[in-house]
RNA sequence: GGCCCCGUGGCGCAACUGAAUAGCGCAUCAGAUUUCGGCUCUGAGGGUUGCAGGUUUGAAUCCUGCCGGGGUCACCA
């Protein structure tokens, strides 16, 4: 199957002359012309397909499209020729149409970005939000390269992003490593051990839960049952007074927790940058999580929700196919639910501009948005139409499922120093980095692990499962990020090379056939921007980059470009070898991927 | 069990709103290259798109049922 095209150019230019066509030759008038990219194995540029005019038209569909073939070579200019295979009416477009239309492109600055419109709605775009009590690891990454690329997708549709993060900075976790840490710390910090913050913090978790067990098994020799041990164990009850002590405004226990807090903060920060993501804005929930209650109450007395006997609010969702849920428990305590509501309630405020959101969370939670985006809909919240769950797989390791508590969780600094040393073992035996000096070297080994990384993860549709092996998976042939990398790289060299004038432009020039796709695909790049925005899709981006390359890889392998003879030709090929180059490095900008100028 | 997601050559993936002979990479085999970076290019073999029905001029795509994998059905987050 091919492309269907929605808005290319030449469909624009085609489609009056079609429907004129088919009104004088039939009299009637259709609707809605149907335009496809003209497939590889057949002549031709761009494809009407004739079976969906059968509706209207009786007769053969090789009959109807010669007479609409010999319509339009007549009526439109551009039409140099045509076939018909079946149904289908294959188009043969003139060369200066492509010709403009390069010329236009070349000189178009951010070619197939849209500066933000003054009447579009923003968007915040929620992505990472981790917990403090552990370090980011490989689902993470998943869910960070997704959520940055979207946020960057969006804006170059045209749209104002904020880009925030929920940091889940309270509860009984987080009491947990702080407990552990007074208790077992010895006045640890991150400047004492050399650890990142957000480390050290988690070994405190791990800590605790070693003591926990620990415990627990004391407590069941003991007699106990391993119920009444799981709930007896001494340290759990000195976590949970902790909790209770914190909600309380402790002094002593709020400093330590800010001031661990802040050690994690500066971790997160730091593997943030390593990964290339960042925020507008952040949420915490030690601020949001009494959020929403107000708008329990509102809710119930607008009939929305109902209170049961024992206190406890619900919303019934049978109606539409799903559960009750609770929104508000009989203690008049806020739960997960309640929680978001409140979120998205204040972030509107926050941001009155904002017309959308987009939540990247694991599809272990489908249920939970499905339902949270049901009730602000009941609430009648006008921008409750336009919230997308951004959801995704899970990060699969060969060994089993990534389960911190199985200890085969891949850490997301790690992985990133691993792939980093991959690239600089075979960019050592490959590369051309005369004269660059260490730190450009490793700046670019770095540019290429998490370009490899960042496309391997990105150009696989978000629902699906990865199977992650950390050893083996990444490859630097084939549909890669480094491939494409390489690609970016040689016309470089090129346009390094070129010893003449390459801004001229050339306004009569006979293509190559190879010239002509790398045009077609060029030209696609402004609607897989919309479409991939459209579609909250990270692997339209990353697959069309690829289709460019392979394009452009096969018109570089078949002509010269310096070396030919004639210097229209050599300006031409060079323009297109350079604009190529530009629309790589954009597309890689929106997964958040850098190109190199050597490799 | 109810609901949700996934199932495409040996492996990893693509196919936007149903459309031509289901594309691509890895791996395998056979070739190309005096020259711009051989991490390139050209070609071959390899498929009943999990199974069975249905709708349609036309189905990987839509509908129904089943099979397999995962998730979820907490007053956890």
Not at 240 to 268: R, T
Not at 476 to 496: C, E, K, M
Not at 528 to 542: M, R, T, Y
């Amino acid at each position: 199957m091919r492309h269907k095209i929605q808005q290319m150019q030449i469909h624009n230019l085609l489609d009056t002359t079609a429907k004129e066509g088919i009104l004088e030759i039939y009299q009637i008038e259709i609707p809605k012309i149907e335009f496809q990219e003209t497939r590889k194995d057949f002549d031709g540029d761009i494809t009407i397909v004739v079976f969906p005019l059968l509706k209207f038209i009786k007769g053969n569909p090789f009959e109807i499209a010669t007479k609409l073939g010999e319509y339009l070579k007549e009526n439109n200019t551009l039409v140099e020729s045509f076939n018909v295979v079946k149904g289908f009416l294959n188009l043969v477009i003139a060369d200066h149409y492509f010709v403009n239309s390069f010329n236009k492109i070349y000189h178009t600055h951010n070619y197939g970005f849209e500066t933000p419109k003054q009447d579009e709605k923003s968007v915040m775009v929620e992505y990472s939000s981790p917990n403090t009590n552990k370090p980011l690891h490989l689902g993470h990454i998943r869910n960070n390269l997704l959520g940055y690329a979207v946020a960057e997708i969006i804006a170059a549709s045209g749209k104002k992003v904020y880009k925030t993060q929920i940091i889940n900075d309270r509860g009984i976790h987080i009491c947990k490593s702080m407990l552990a840490w007074q208790k077992f710390g010895n006045g640890e910090t991150p400047e004492s051990t050399g650890l990142k913050g957000d480390k050290l913090v988690g070994n405190y978790y791990v800590k605790f839960d070693q003591e926990y067990k620990a415990q627990i098994t004391a407590l069941i020799n003991n007699g106990k049952t391993e119920e009444e041990a799981k709930k007896q164990a001494p340290i759990l009850l000195e976590a949970q007074k902790m909790l209770l002590q914190w909600e309380a405004g402790n002094e002593e226990v709020i400093a330590l927790w800010k001031k661990m807090n802040q050690w994690v903060y500066d971790g997160f920060n730091q593997s943030y940058k390593e990964l290339g993501v960042n925020f507008d804005t952040n949420y915490y929930e030690s601020n949001t999580y009494l959020l929403g209650k107000d708008v329990v109450a509102d809710g119930l007395s607008k009939g929305v929700f109902y209170k049961k006997e024992d206190g406890s609010v619900w919303i019934d969702l049978t109606e539409e196919g799903l559960d009750e849920k609770i929104v508000l428990r009989a203690d008049g305590t806020a739960v997960y639910m309640t929680q978001d509501i409140g979120t998205a309630i204040q972030r509107i405020k926050d941001f009155p501009d904002i017309g959308g959101m987009v939540y990247t969370v694991g599809n272990e939670q489908d249920y939970h948005f499905k339902v949270l985006f049901l009730i602000l809909k009941k609430l009648g919240f006008s921008w409750a139409e336009n919230l997308y769950h951004l959801s995704y797989g899970m990060v699969d390791l060969p060994s089993g499922k990534m389960k911190s508590r199985e200890g085969t969780v891949v850490d997301a600094d790690d992985l990133m120093v691993e792939m980093t040393n991959t690239a600089r073992e075979i960019s050592q035996e490959l590369g051309k980095l005369d004269g660059y000096s260490n730190e450009e070297k490793e700046k670019l080994y770095k540019t290429i692990g998490l370009g490899a990384l960042k496309y391997y993860i990105l150009k696989v549709d978000p629902k699906k499962r990865i199977l992650f092996d950390p050893k083996e998976s990444i490859d630097f042939n084939g549909n890669t990020g480094p491939f494409i990398q390489y690609t970016y790289a040689r016309i470089q060299s090129i346009i390094r090379k070129a010893d003449f004038d390459i801004e001229n432009t050339i306004a009569n020039y006979t293509l190559h056939p190879k010239e002509k796709d790398v045009i077609k695909q060029l030209q696609n790049f402004p609607f897989v921007v919309q479409n991939a925005a459209k579609n909250f899709s990270p692997a339209l981006i990353a697959n069309y980059t690829y289709e460019l390359v392979k394009d452009y890889n096969s018109f570089y392998q078949t002509v010269p470009i310096l070396g030919v003879h004639d210097k229209n030709q050599k300006i031409f090929r060079t323009q297109l070898s350079k604009k190529v180059s530009s629309v790589i490095k954009s597309a890689f900008s929106l997964l958040g991927i850098e190109v190199p100028n050597r490799m």
